[in-house]
């Protein structure tokens, strides 16, 4: 199961994994629920419960509220449910659909990332908005990207491009390790500015299965591993 599937990951559901979720989901969402499956649109992969059956895995979707405001849903269904499996979106992928001041400043991050061969990938609020054709974006939403640096060099060069576009655009996400491990690369750029050694700074480290504070030190032990 963890070598199928990772966190932000999109599946899409058969008829039978449907009836699976629909008693999970409140009431009062049970017709955009509907709406959603009807429009075979997708579901996220979110962190698996320890308790789970193990060819359960959770899923997560968000309903637009009528007000613009957004409500989070997770469940969990079997694997056998699951029709379509692909990574997160690719950036590039949904330039078109984000806010207008953002596609500037989106395509130029895109064109850092390619140059130093890094593929900066989305999820989150603008995620859904692509994937659904709904207004779920407002100009206070944070945009979530993520990227999976191969080496060292790698990772340095991805945060630079984020630090550098995040004086401009509302930016938030994640590094995700060899393996599946990730960070918030926010913090790991804060970290970056602490006089403490790799082996005794902890960071708040998810995965598929578990959260923990990690040393930083651990993790780039992921990257030479890995090569």
Known sequence: ????????????????GWEQIRPQIPLAWHSESLRWQYGDWPLVVTRRDHHLPSE????????LQPDGSTQACRVA????HITGHQ???ALHSILSHVLPEWQPGLQALHQAGREAGITFRVYGLAAWQFLTGLSYLQPDTEIRL?????????????????RHFSNSLPLRGEIVFPGGAAVSWREWLISDTVAESLHSQKILMK?????????RYSLLQLLKSAQ
């Not at 199961?1 to 039978?16: E, G, I, K, P, Y």
């Not at 995965?207 to 040393?215: E, G, M, N």
């Open 77 to 80: 269904v079997s694997s056998h």
């Open 146 to 162: 993520l990227f999976r640096p191969q080496d060292q060099e790698h990772l340095v060069s991805g945060l630079t491009i984020l």
């Open 56 to 63: 359960q895995l959770n899923l997560g979707l968000v309903f």
């Open 87 to 89: 990574p997160c979106l």
């Open 1 to 16: 199961m963890d070598l199928l599937f990772q966190r932000h990951d999109l599946v899409w559901l058969s008829t039978q």
């Open 207 to 215: 995965a598929f299965r578990q959260q923990k504070l990690v040393s």
